[in-house]
């Protein structure tokens, strides 16, 4: 494959309050901001994918998008956390109504918290409540060992600052009901590359733990950049990739022959923040379908 000069251009993101949302965590590096460019991705071509793949779902904020607006026929997303696997069983599985029990009911406090979080979970959905939590009222819903409890919070609330239990369980409650639409796969995000690699209707969406930040947030973050990329390259269907922006990410892509886009985003904190877009080809988000979306170019 020959190399192409990789071609940054910058956009600047829509603001986060205007796209739905749908997923219960409150996650590091969560793609709300991006949802626009994905629909903008999925709705340039002649049809919606068959299969929508995200190995490394998180928070799974695009697989969920994409399967509340049928942006593809079926999403596939996974994930390697134990915790955050446990959580996505119970949602698309039968213990759904008890986890929104659990949510609904758990009375909030300095000293329940803590035990809730010390005690040994015995079930997976036990597991997917202490999960949830230790996700809302941690900060910045930092997951990885050591993260301390939030303490002045927002406006002074303290651990209550992100437990909102009826809007936890009314999110619950809509992706159990899209569940038909969902499959989820607990494991190597690798591993559910290659099981859909020779096939052309799969798209991919990759959003690995990044380079920078990843060990500071992630429980589980270590990833092979470079087989990644060696892996996309032999993927028969297309694929967007989101990256935190740096030297030797950018001379991967252009390694590999992909192109690149730097993005503009702001972040819950209304922090300005860039991020890098990767794709074999980005035609696609140009000014006309950013302005679509809302974009100012």
Known sequence: ????????????????ASVPKRSPFRYPGGKTWLVPIIRSWLWSKPAPPMRLVEPFAGGAIVSLTVAFERLAQHVIFGEIDEGVAAVWRTILGEDAEWLCARIRTFSLTLDSVRRALAEPAPTARDLAFQTLLRNRVQRGGIMAAGA???KAGENGHGLRSRWYPRTLVRRIREIHM??????????DGFELVRRYQLDPDAAFYIDPPYT?????????WAVDHQQ???MLRQC????????????????????HGFETRTVAMTNTHHAKMTELLIGRDLGWLDAAAMRLCGFVI
């Open 228 to 230: 990644l990329f060696s």
């Open 236 to 255: 028969k269907g297309d694929f967007l990739m989101s990256y935190d922006r740096t030297d030797e990410i950018e001379e991967m892509a252009m390694r």
């Open 178 to 187: 899209v569940r038909h639409a969902l499959t989820f796969v607990e494991g």
């Open 148 to 150: 301390g409890l939030l």
């Open 1 to 16: 494959m020959s190399i192409t000069t990789a071609r940054n251009v910058r956009h600047e993101a829509a603001n986060v």
């Open 212 to 220: 920078l930040a990843a060990r500071r947030l992630y429980s589980r």
